[in-house]
């Protein structure tokens, strides 16, 4: 079959082996690839998704799973800064201190504070 082909035979075994490996089509790979990105509510990016292809026994590699997600258009959310709130860079007075039995309106015991 080689000789037929143009190719060697390594080659040509090695052919088959990959096409093997790769069962899936491209429009089955995209559904999985897709709702594993869905389920993940679109923060996984490519390698955390082909982890989970593997796990559920998809036999891919992860360039396909980059290709494929560049071609879907899939970009996971980056999650949103942290914005601190608190300005302590001014020359306002700040408050004091209250401690609990103040707010309550006194207590028996003295406040050290």
């Given at each position: 079959?080689?000789?037929?082909?143009?190719?060697?035979?390594?080659?040509?075994?090695?052919?088959?082996?990959?096409?093997?490996?790769?069962?899936?089509?491209?429009?089955?790979?995209?559904?999985?690839?897709?709702?594993?990105?869905?389920?993940s509510?679109?923060?996984?990016?490519?390698?955390?998704?082909?982890?989970?292809?593997?796990?559920?026994?998809?036999?891919?590699?992860?360039?396909?799973?980059?290709?494929?997600m560049?071609?879907?258009?899939?970009?996971?959310?980056?999650?949103?800064?942290?914005?601190?709130?608190?300005?302590?860079?001014?020359?306002?007075?700040?408050?004091?201190?209250?401690?609990?039995?103040?707010?309550?309106?006194?207590?028996?015991?003295?406040?050290?504070?």
């Amino acid at each position: 079959m080689s000789s037929i082909l143009g190719v060697s035979r390594s080659g040509y075994y090695k052919w088959l082996k990959i096409g093997a490996l790769m069962a899936c089509s491209e429009d089955e790979l995209d559904e999985l690839i897709r709702a594993s990105f869905e389920a993940s509510r679109r923060t996984y990016g490519s390698p955390r998704v082909y982890q989970d292809l593997i796990k559920n026994g998809v036999h891919t590699s992860e360039a396909a799973v980059v290709r494929r997600m560049t071609v879907l258009k899939l970009s996971p959310v980056k999650p949103k800064r942290w914005v601190n709130t608190t300005q302590s860079k001014h020359d306002n007075p700040v408050a004091g201190k209250l401690t609990r039995s103040q707010l309550r309106g006194g207590s028996a015991r003295p406040s050290f504070t």
